[in-house]
Protein backbone atom coordinates (compact mmCIF):
# COMPACT_ATOMS: atom_id res chain seq x y z
CA UNK A 1 0.00 0.00 0.00
CA UNK A 2 1.37 3.62 -0.84
CA UNK A 3 1.03 6.86 0.72
CA UNK A 4 -2.47 7.47 -1.37
CA UNK A 5 -4.24 5.06 -0.75
CA UNK A 6 -3.41 5.08 3.15
CA UNK A 7 -5.20 8.48 3.24
CA UNK A 8 -8.16 7.01 1.62
CA UNK A 9 -8.13 3.73 3.92
CA UNK A 10 -7.13 5.78 7.08
CA UNK A 11 -9.37 8.33 6.71
CA UNK A 12 -12.49 5.97 5.82
CA UNK A 13 -11.37 4.05 9.11
CA UNK A 14 -11.52 7.35 11.26
CA UNK A 15 -15.19 7.92 9.75
CA UNK A 16 -15.61 3.93 10.85
CA UNK A 17 -14.47 4.70 14.46
CA UNK A 18 -16.52 7.59 15.12
CA UNK A 19 -19.37 6.14 13.98
CA UNK A 20 -19.05 2.71 16.17
CA UNK A 21 -18.51 4.99 19.30
CA UNK A 22 -20.83 7.22 18.86
CA UNK A 23 -23.79 4.32 18.08
CA UNK A 24 -22.62 1.98 19.99
CA UNK A 25 -25.45 2.24 22.35
CA UNK A 26 -27.59 0.94 19.68
CA UNK A 27 -26.01 -2.59 19.33
CA UNK A 28 -26.57 -5.91 21.37
CA UNK A 29 -23.69 -5.53 23.91
CA UNK A 30 -23.18 -9.48 24.01
CA UNK A 31 -22.63 -11.48 20.91
CA UNK A 32 -24.56 -14.24 20.01
CA UNK A 33 -22.56 -16.22 18.01
CA UNK A 34 -21.31 -19.66 18.75
CA UNK A 35 -17.56 -20.78 19.18
CA UNK A 36 -15.78 -21.27 15.63
CA UNK A 37 -18.39 -18.60 14.18
CA UNK A 38 -15.82 -17.13 12.14
CA UNK A 39 -13.63 -19.50 10.58
CA UNK A 40 -16.16 -20.03 8.03
CA UNK A 41 -16.38 -16.51 6.92
CA UNK A 42 -13.48 -16.15 5.42
CA UNK A 43 -10.98 -17.91 3.17
CA UNK A 44 -8.90 -20.86 4.66
CA UNK A 45 -5.40 -19.43 3.61
CA UNK A 46 -4.25 -16.06 3.02
CA UNK A 47 -4.90 -14.50 -0.37
CA UNK A 48 -2.42 -14.54 -3.04
CA UNK A 49 -2.91 -11.67 -4.55
CA UNK A 50 -3.42 -7.95 -2.88
CA UNK A 51 -7.14 -7.09 -1.97
CA UNK A 52 -8.58 -3.75 -2.27
CA UNK A 53 -8.80 -1.82 1.10
CA UNK A 54 -12.75 -1.23 0.66
CA UNK A 55 -13.40 -5.10 0.86
CA UNK A 56 -11.25 -5.13 4.01
CA UNK A 57 -13.72 -2.22 5.34
CA UNK A 58 -16.77 -4.09 4.36
CA UNK A 59 -15.83 -7.02 6.33
CA UNK A 60 -15.50 -5.37 9.68
CA UNK A 61 -19.64 -5.51 9.62
CA UNK A 62 -19.33 -9.00 8.25
CA UNK A 63 -16.64 -10.68 10.19
CA UNK A 64 -15.57 -8.60 13.13
CA UNK A 65 -18.79 -7.19 14.76
CA UNK A 66 -20.68 -10.00 14.91
CA UNK A 67 -18.59 -11.27 17.48
CA UNK A 68 -17.75 -8.44 19.24
CA UNK A 69 -18.99 -7.70 22.82
CA UNK A 70 -18.78 -4.07 23.17
CA UNK A 71 -16.89 -2.81 25.96
CA UNK A 72 -17.25 0.71 25.36
CA UNK A 73 -21.64 0.59 25.29
CA UNK A 74 -22.97 2.27 27.95
CA UNK A 75 -24.93 -1.29 28.89
CA UNK A 76 -21.43 -2.65 29.36
CA UNK A 77 -20.85 -3.48 33.09
CA UNK A 78 -18.71 -6.69 33.87
CA UNK A 79 -15.62 -6.44 35.42
CA UNK A 80 -14.13 -3.15 35.05
CA UNK A 81 -13.88 -0.62 32.81
CA UNK A 82 -11.17 -0.65 29.58
CA UNK A 83 -10.34 3.17 28.71
CA UNK A 84 -11.39 4.50 25.49
CA UNK A 85 -10.69 8.25 23.91
CA UNK A 86 -10.49 9.43 21.11
CA UNK A 87 -7.14 11.34 21.90
CA UNK A 88 -5.69 7.91 22.89
CA UNK A 89 -6.89 6.38 19.60
CA UNK A 90 -5.04 9.12 17.56
CA UNK A 91 -1.74 9.02 19.43
CA UNK A 92 -1.60 4.95 19.06
CA UNK A 93 -1.49 5.50 15.41
CA UNK A 94 1.19 7.70 15.37
CA UNK A 95 3.20 5.48 18.03
CA UNK A 96 2.14 2.66 15.38
CA UNK A 97 3.93 5.14 12.70
CA UNK A 98 7.04 5.88 14.76
CA UNK A 99 7.15 1.96 15.59
CA UNK A 100 9.99 2.27 17.54
CA UNK A 101 10.94 -0.49 20.33
CA UNK A 102 12.36 1.79 22.66
CA UNK A 103 13.95 -0.90 25.16
CA UNK A 104 17.31 1.52 25.69
CA UNK A 105 17.38 5.28 25.66
CA UNK A 106 19.37 5.32 22.14
CA UNK A 107 16.48 2.89 20.50
CA UNK A 108 14.16 6.20 20.69
CA UNK A 109 15.19 9.22 23.12
CA UNK A 110 11.77 10.91 22.73
CA UNK A 111 10.08 7.26 24.19
CA UNK A 112 11.93 7.09 27.11
CA UNK A 113 12.24 10.95 28.18
CA UNK A 114 8.31 11.53 27.39
CA UNK A 115 7.35 8.25 29.44
CA UNK A 116 9.73 9.36 32.45
CA UNK A 117 7.82 13.16 31.98
CA UNK A 118 4.74 11.89 31.83
CA UNK A 119 4.99 9.14 34.96
CA UNK A 120 5.50 12.28 36.47
CA UNK A 121 3.42 14.76 35.47
CA UNK A 122 1.06 11.70 36.68
CA UNK A 123 2.50 11.01 39.74
CA UNK A 124 1.81 14.54 40.37
CA UNK A 125 -1.94 14.55 39.72
CA UNK A 126 -2.00 11.50 42.01
CA UNK A 127 0.09 13.60 44.81
CA UNK A 128 2.15 10.66 44.88
CA UNK A 129 5.09 11.47 47.37
CA UNK A 130 8.55 13.09 45.71
CA UNK A 131 10.47 9.97 46.34
CA UNK A 132 8.35 8.09 43.51
CA UNK A 133 9.42 10.51 40.96
CA UNK A 134 12.22 11.25 38.53
CA UNK A 135 12.21 14.86 38.90
CA UNK A 136 12.90 14.97 42.26
CA UNK A 137 16.31 13.97 41.72
CA UNK A 138 16.38 11.19 43.94
CA UNK A 139 16.71 7.44 42.67
CA UNK A 140 13.14 7.17 42.15
CA UNK A 141 11.04 7.33 39.24
CA UNK A 142 7.64 5.84 37.07
CA UNK A 143 7.36 3.80 34.08
CA UNK A 144 4.77 1.95 31.82
CA UNK A 145 3.83 -1.50 32.69
CA UNK A 146 1.49 -3.62 30.07
CA UNK A 147 -0.61 -4.34 32.35
CA UNK A 148 -1.18 -4.17 36.48
CA UNK A 149 -0.53 -7.52 36.54
CA UNK A 150 3.36 -7.34 35.06
CA UNK A 151 3.43 -4.80 37.58
CA UNK A 152 2.80 -6.86 40.50
CA UNK A 153 5.41 -9.65 39.48
CA UNK A 154 8.08 -7.11 38.92
CA UNK A 155 7.88 -5.72 42.33
CA UNK A 156 7.81 -9.17 43.36
CA UNK A 157 10.89 -9.61 41.88
CA UNK A 158 12.86 -6.36 43.09
CA UNK A 159 11.26 -7.44 46.34
CA UNK A 160 12.60 -10.94 45.95
CA UNK A 161 15.97 -9.82 44.89
CA UNK A 162 16.39 -7.34 47.67
CA UNK A 163 15.86 -9.81 50.54
CA UNK A 164 18.22 -12.06 48.75
CA UNK A 165 21.10 -10.21 49.07
CA UNK A 166 20.30 -9.29 52.45
CA UNK A 167 19.92 -12.72 53.55
CA UNK A 168 23.08 -13.43 52.27
CA UNK A 169 25.15 -10.71 53.98
CA UNK A 170 23.43 -12.08 57.24
CA UNK A 171 23.79 -15.48 56.66
CA UNK A 172 27.20 -16.01 53.97
CA UNK A 173 26.96 -19.54 54.39
CA UNK A 174 23.25 -19.77 52.98
CA UNK A 175 23.01 -20.69 49.44
CA UNK A 176 20.33 -18.98 46.93
CA UNK A 177 18.00 -22.33 47.10
CA UNK A 178 17.81 -22.57 50.75
CA UNK A 179 17.15 -18.57 50.91
CA UNK A 180 14.34 -18.36 48.10
CA UNK A 181 12.97 -21.93 49.59
CA UNK A 182 11.94 -19.74 52.73
CA UNK A 183 10.81 -16.28 51.35
CA UNK A 184 7.47 -15.88 51.54
CA UNK A 185 4.85 -12.90 50.39
CA UNK A 186 1.73 -11.55 51.70
CA UNK A 187 -1.72 -9.91 50.31
CA UNK A 188 -5.63 -10.21 51.34
CA UNK A 189 -7.72 -13.66 50.21
CA UNK A 190 -9.47 -10.19 48.31
CA UNK A 191 -6.54 -9.73 46.23
CA UNK A 192 -6.46 -10.02 41.92
CA UNK A 193 -5.78 -13.51 40.90
CA UNK A 194 -2.72 -11.82 39.62
CA UNK A 195 -1.35 -11.78 42.51
CA UNK A 196 -1.81 -15.30 43.12
CA UNK A 197 -0.01 -15.76 39.92
CA UNK A 198 2.91 -13.27 40.58
CA UNK A 199 4.19 -15.88 43.55
CA UNK A 200 3.92 -18.84 40.77
CA UNK A 201 5.86 -17.35 37.96
CA UNK A 202 8.07 -15.95 40.82
CA UNK A 203 8.98 -19.37 42.22
CA UNK A 204 7.98 -17.90 45.94
CA UNK A 205 5.26 -18.52 48.63
CA UNK A 206 2.73 -16.19 48.82
CA UNK A 207 -0.04 -16.71 51.94
CA UNK A 208 -3.34 -15.16 51.82
CA UNK A 209 -4.48 -13.19 54.71
CA UNK A 210 -8.15 -12.93 55.63
CA UNK A 211 -10.05 -9.43 55.27
CA UNK A 212 -11.85 -7.74 57.52
CA UNK A 213 -15.86 -7.80 57.45
CA UNK A 214 -15.59 -4.82 54.85
CA UNK A 215 -12.92 -6.97 52.84
CA UNK A 216 -9.91 -4.87 53.97
CA UNK A 217 -6.58 -6.22 54.64
CA UNK A 218 -5.97 -4.96 58.25
CA UNK A 219 -2.32 -4.09 60.08
CA UNK A 220 -3.24 -6.43 62.73
CA UNK A 221 -3.79 -9.47 60.10
CA UNK A 222 -0.70 -9.11 58.15
CA UNK A 223 1.65 -8.53 61.48
CA UNK A 224 -0.03 -11.66 62.34
CA UNK A 225 0.93 -13.77 59.67
CA UNK A 226 4.50 -12.38 59.30
CA UNK A 227 4.90 -12.85 62.89
CA UNK A 228 3.59 -16.64 63.01
CA UNK A 229 5.86 -17.20 59.81
CA UNK A 230 9.05 -15.67 61.44
CA UNK A 231 8.37 -17.74 64.30
CA UNK A 232 8.11 -20.58 61.68
CA UNK A 233 11.56 -19.83 60.23
CA UNK A 234 10.62 -18.04 56.99
CA UNK A 235 12.09 -15.00 55.67
CA UNK A 236 8.68 -12.53 55.14
CA UNK A 237 9.62 -10.28 51.74
CA UNK A 238 6.98 -8.80 50.10
CA UNK A 239 3.52 -7.37 50.27
CA UNK A 240 0.36 -6.76 48.19
CA UNK A 241 -1.90 -4.21 49.50
CA UNK A 242 -4.93 -3.59 47.27
CA UNK A 243 -6.68 -0.14 46.84
CA UNK A 244 -9.77 -0.85 45.12
CA UNK A 245 -10.20 -5.02 44.97
CA UNK A 246 -11.72 -6.70 42.00
CA UNK A 247 -14.81 -8.06 43.66
CA UNK A 248 -16.24 -5.37 45.58
CA UNK A 249 -13.96 -2.28 45.44
CA UNK A 250 -12.65 -2.16 48.46
CA UNK A 251 -9.66 -0.64 50.20
CA UNK A 252 -7.07 -2.69 52.07
CA UNK A 253 -6.15 -0.33 55.05
CA UNK A 254 -2.50 1.00 53.52
CA UNK A 255 -2.32 3.58 56.78
CA UNK A 256 -1.87 -0.03 59.18
CA UNK A 257 -0.21 -2.62 56.44
CA UNK A 258 2.42 -0.23 55.43
CA UNK A 259 4.43 0.39 58.62
CA UNK A 260 3.45 -3.25 59.45
CA UNK A 261 5.69 -4.12 56.94
CA UNK A 262 8.06 -1.33 56.78
CA UNK A 263 8.46 -2.49 60.22
CA UNK A 264 9.16 -6.31 59.20
CA UNK A 265 11.52 -5.22 56.38
CA UNK A 266 8.99 -6.33 53.93
CA UNK A 267 8.69 -4.61 50.14
CA UNK A 268 4.60 -2.81 50.44
CA UNK A 269 3.19 -2.79 46.41
CA UNK A 270 0.08 -1.46 46.38
CA UNK A 271 -2.03 -2.73 43.56
CA UNK A 272 -4.64 0.32 42.82
CA UNK A 273 -5.29 -0.83 39.37
CA UNK A 274 -8.74 0.41 38.84
CA UNK A 275 -9.33 2.94 41.53
CA UNK A 276 -5.97 4.30 41.09
CA UNK A 277 -7.45 6.67 38.95
CA UNK A 278 -9.53 8.20 41.16
CA UNK A 279 -6.73 9.52 43.34
CA UNK A 280 -6.32 12.98 40.70
CA UNK A 281 -9.77 13.54 42.56
CA UNK A 282 -8.49 15.24 45.93
CA UNK A 283 -11.66 13.89 47.59
CA UNK A 284 -10.60 10.10 47.20
CA UNK A 285 -6.90 10.57 48.04
CA UNK A 286 -7.71 9.76 51.58
CA UNK A 287 -7.87 6.03 50.38
CA UNK A 288 -4.24 5.94 49.59
CA UNK A 289 -3.22 7.26 53.31
CA UNK A 290 0.01 5.50 53.62
CA UNK A 291 1.32 5.82 50.87
CA UNK A 292 4.54 7.01 51.86
CA UNK A 293 5.23 3.61 53.45
CA UNK A 294 5.41 1.60 49.74
CA UNK A 295 7.87 0.62 47.76
CA UNK A 296 6.33 0.56 44.59
CA UNK A 297 3.14 1.83 43.14
CA UNK A 298 0.79 0.79 40.20
CA UNK A 299 -2.57 2.04 38.71
CA UNK A 300 -4.05 1.16 35.25
CA UNK A 301 -4.76 4.75 33.29
CA UNK A 302 -5.80 2.29 30.85
CA UNK A 303 -8.97 0.88 33.06
CA UNK A 304 -10.75 4.24 34.03
CA UNK A 305 -8.51 7.30 33.33
CA UNK A 306 -9.06 7.39 29.10
CA UNK A 307 -6.04 5.85 28.14
CA UNK A 308 -6.91 3.08 25.81
CA UNK A 309 -5.13 -0.34 26.71
CA UNK A 310 -2.02 -0.80 27.27
CA UNK A 311 -1.02 1.38 29.88
CA UNK A 312 -0.19 0.44 33.73
CA UNK A 313 1.73 2.75 35.40
CA UNK A 314 4.14 2.05 37.97
CA UNK A 315 6.03 3.86 40.27
CA UNK A 316 9.22 2.68 42.22
CA UNK A 317 11.02 4.31 45.03
CA UNK A 318 14.11 2.73 44.18
CA UNK A 319 14.17 0.52 41.10
CA UNK A 320 17.80 -0.51 41.52
CA UNK A 321 16.37 -3.71 42.81
CA UNK A 322 14.19 -4.54 39.87
CA UNK A 323 16.92 -2.68 37.07
CA UNK A 324 19.72 -5.09 38.57
CA UNK A 325 17.53 -8.36 38.73
CA UNK A 326 16.78 -8.24 35.62
CA UNK A 327 20.22 -6.86 33.95
CA UNK A 328 21.57 -9.18 31.29
CA UNK A 329 24.09 -6.62 29.21
CA UNK A 330 24.14 -8.20 25.94
CA UNK A 331 26.76 -5.88 23.26
CA UNK A 332 24.39 -5.30 20.66
CA UNK A 333 22.37 -3.31 23.66
CA UNK A 334 24.69 -1.48 25.27
CA UNK A 335 25.19 2.72 23.94
CA UNK A 336 27.41 5.32 24.89
CA UNK A 337 25.07 7.05 26.89
CA UNK A 338 23.74 4.29 29.51
CA UNK A 339 23.72 5.36 33.08
CA UNK A 340 22.34 8.55 32.37
CA UNK A 341 18.71 8.35 31.37
CA UNK A 342 16.62 5.39 32.14
CA UNK A 343 16.97 2.01 29.92
CA UNK A 344 13.48 0.68 30.10
CA UNK A 345 14.64 -2.98 29.34
CA UNK A 346 15.76 -3.43 32.75
CA UNK A 347 12.71 -2.48 34.26
CA UNK A 348 9.97 -5.06 32.96
CA UNK A 349 9.63 -8.98 31.72
CA UNK A 350 9.78 -8.17 27.74
CA UNK A 351 12.94 -6.43 25.93
CA UNK A 352 10.54 -4.72 23.25
CA UNK A 353 8.16 -2.11 24.37
CA UNK A 354 5.87 0.63 22.38
CA UNK A 355 5.70 4.47 22.40
CA UNK A 356 3.00 4.27 25.13
CA UNK A 357 3.76 7.62 26.63
CA UNK A 358 2.06 9.25 23.54
CA UNK A 359 -1.19 8.17 24.44
CA UNK A 360 -0.85 9.27 28.04
CA UNK A 361 0.74 12.59 26.87
CA UNK A 362 -2.27 13.14 24.03
CA UNK A 363 -4.79 12.51 26.71
CA UNK A 364 -3.56 14.39 29.68
CA UNK A 365 -3.33 17.36 27.45
CA UNK A 366 -6.55 16.99 24.92
CA UNK A 367 -8.89 16.21 28.05
CA UNK A 368 -6.77 18.90 31.27
CA UNK A 369 -7.32 16.86 34.25
CA UNK A 370 -9.87 18.84 35.18
CA UNK A 371 -12.15 17.00 32.69
CA UNK A 372 -10.43 13.65 33.50
CA UNK A 373 -11.59 14.40 37.23
CA UNK A 374 -14.83 15.17 35.80
CA UNK A 375 -15.37 11.95 34.38
CA UNK A 376 -14.68 10.03 37.37
CA UNK A 377 -16.56 11.91 39.41
CA UNK A 378 -19.48 11.06 36.91
CA UNK A 379 -18.96 7.71 36.99
CA UNK A 380 -19.03 7.76 40.73
CA UNK A 381 -22.28 9.79 40.64
CA UNK A 382 -23.71 7.00 38.36
CA UNK A 383 -22.86 4.05 40.72
CA UNK A 384 -24.74 5.93 43.32
CA UNK A 385 -27.80 6.44 41.04
CA UNK A 386 -27.77 3.01 40.24
CA UNK A 387 -27.20 2.07 44.08
CA UNK A 388 -30.66 4.37 45.04
CA UNK A 389 -32.32 2.76 42.32
CA UNK A 390 -31.48 -0.94 43.83
CA UNK A 391 -32.04 -0.23 47.10
CA UNK A 392 -35.69 1.59 46.15
CA UNK A 393 -36.92 -2.04 45.22
CA UNK A 394 -37.48 -4.18 48.52
CA UNK A 395 -36.74 -7.37 46.41
CA UNK A 396 -32.76 -6.23 46.56
CA UNK A 397 -30.05 -5.89 48.73
CA UNK A 398 -26.36 -4.33 48.54
CA UNK A 399 -23.71 -6.90 48.95
CA UNK A 400 -21.08 -4.36 50.09
CA UNK A 401 -20.07 -0.86 50.57
CA UNK A 402 -20.35 1.35 46.77
CA UNK A 403 -17.00 2.49 46.07
CA UNK A 404 -16.11 4.26 43.15
CA UNK A 405 -18.04 2.83 39.99
CA UNK A 406 -18.90 -0.51 41.36
CA UNK A 407 -22.50 -1.54 42.81
CA UNK A 408 -22.55 -5.08 44.09
CA UNK A 409 -26.10 -6.11 45.01
CA UNK A 410 -27.99 -9.23 44.92
CA UNK A 411 -31.66 -10.18 45.74
CA UNK A 412 -32.29 -10.95 48.88
CA UNK A 413 -32.56 -15.05 49.23
CA UNK A 414 -30.60 -18.04 48.00
CA UNK A 415 -27.07 -17.72 45.95
CA UNK A 416 -28.81 -19.94 43.02
CA UNK A 417 -31.69 -17.37 42.76
CA UNK A 418 -29.16 -14.66 41.97
CA UNK A 419 -27.65 -16.60 39.52
CA UNK A 420 -30.52 -17.93 37.95
CA UNK A 421 -30.70 -14.00 37.74
CA UNK A 422 -27.75 -13.23 36.29
CA UNK A 423 -28.04 -15.83 33.36
CA UNK A 424 -31.26 -14.35 32.58
CA UNK A 425 -29.81 -10.79 32.73
CA UNK A 426 -27.03 -11.64 29.96
CA UNK A 427 -28.86 -13.81 28.51
CA UNK A 428 -31.70 -11.21 27.63
CA UNK A 429 -28.32 -9.70 26.18
CA UNK A 430 -29.44 -6.09 26.50
CA UNK A 431 -26.61 -5.58 29.77
CA UNK A 432 -23.93 -7.55 30.68
CA UNK A 433 -22.56 -7.89 34.08
CA UNK A 434 -20.35 -10.90 35.73
CA UNK A 435 -20.72 -11.99 39.53
CA UNK A 436 -18.40 -12.28 42.57
CA UNK A 437 -18.55 -14.22 45.77
CA UNK A 438 -17.27 -13.04 48.87
CA UNK A 439 -17.28 -15.79 52.06
CA UNK A 440 -19.76 -17.90 50.05
CA UNK A 441 -22.18 -15.33 48.95
CA UNK A 442 -22.65 -14.78 45.64
CA UNK A 443 -23.59 -11.15 44.25
CA UNK A 444 -24.06 -9.28 41.03
CA UNK A 445 -21.28 -6.21 39.95
CA UNK A 446 -22.59 -3.41 38.19
CA UNK A 447 -19.51 -1.46 36.58
CA UNK A 448 -19.94 1.40 35.48
CA UNK A 449 -17.58 1.18 32.28
CA UNK A 450 -18.61 3.36 29.44
CA UNK A 451 -17.43 6.92 28.47
CA UNK A 452 -20.97 7.52 26.94
CA UNK A 453 -22.76 6.52 29.80
CA UNK A 454 -25.77 9.28 30.59
CA UNK A 455 -28.49 8.82 33.61
CA UNK A 456 -30.76 7.37 31.58
CA UNK A 457 -28.46 4.73 30.49
CA UNK A 458 -28.26 4.04 34.18
CA UNK A 459 -32.20 3.91 34.42
CA UNK A 460 -32.20 1.83 31.31
CA UNK A 461 -29.86 -0.89 33.04
CA UNK A 462 -31.86 -1.08 36.47
CA UNK A 463 -35.15 -1.80 34.57
CA UNK A 464 -33.29 -4.70 32.52
CA UNK A 465 -32.37 -5.83 36.08
CA UNK A 466 -35.75 -5.49 37.70
CA UNK A 467 -37.65 -6.77 34.64
CA UNK A 468 -35.39 -10.01 34.64
CA UNK A 469 -36.33 -10.45 38.20
CA UNK A 470 -39.98 -9.90 37.42
CA UNK A 471 -39.16 -12.92 34.75
CA UNK A 472 -37.96 -14.69 37.47
CA UNK A 473 -40.72 -14.65 39.72
CA UNK A 474 -42.94 -15.12 37.17
CA UNK A 475 -41.56 -18.46 36.31
CA UNK A 476 -41.04 -19.34 40.15
N1 LIG B 1 -5.47 -5.81 40.23
C1 LIG B 1 -6.74 -5.46 40.39
C2 LIG B 1 -7.20 -4.92 41.71
C3 LIG B 1 -7.64 -5.59 39.32
O1 LIG B 1 -8.93 -5.26 39.49
C4 LIG B 1 -7.19 -6.10 38.09
C5 LIG B 1 -8.10 -6.28 36.96
O2 LIG B 1 -9.24 -5.93 36.98
C6 LIG B 1 -5.84 -6.46 37.98
C7 LIG B 1 -5.01 -6.31 39.06
C8 LIG B 1 -5.29 -7.01 36.71
O3 LIG B 1 -5.14 -5.99 35.78
P1 LIG B 1 -4.36 -6.21 34.42
O4 LIG B 1 -5.34 -6.78 33.46
O5 LIG B 1 -3.89 -4.83 34.02
O6 LIG B 1 -3.23 -7.13 34.69
Redesign the pocket.
Known sequence: MEAPEFRDFAKSMVDYIADYLENIRDRRVLPEVKPGYLAPLIPEAAPEKPEDWQDVMKDIERVIMPGVTHWHSPKFHA??PTANSYPAIVADMLSGAIACIGFTWIASPACTELEVVMLDWLGKMLELPAEFLACSGGKGGGVI????????LVALLGAKAKKLKEVKEEHPEWDDHTILGKLVGYASAQ?????ERAGLLGGVKLRSVPADEHNRLRGDALDQAIKQDLADGLIPFYAVV?????NSCAFDRLDECGPVANKHNVWVHV?????GSAFICPEYRHHMKGIETADSF?F?P??WMLVN??C?AMWLKDPSWVVNAFNVDPLYLKHDMQGSAPDYRHWQIPLGRRFRALKLWFVLRLYGVENLQAHIRRHCGFAQQFADLCVADKRFELAAEVNMGLVCFRLKGSNERNEALLKRINGRGKIHMVPAKIRDVYFLRMAVCSRFTQPEDMEYSWKEVAAAADEMEAAE
Open positions: YFQGTASESTAHSSVTLGTTDAAYANNHKFDS
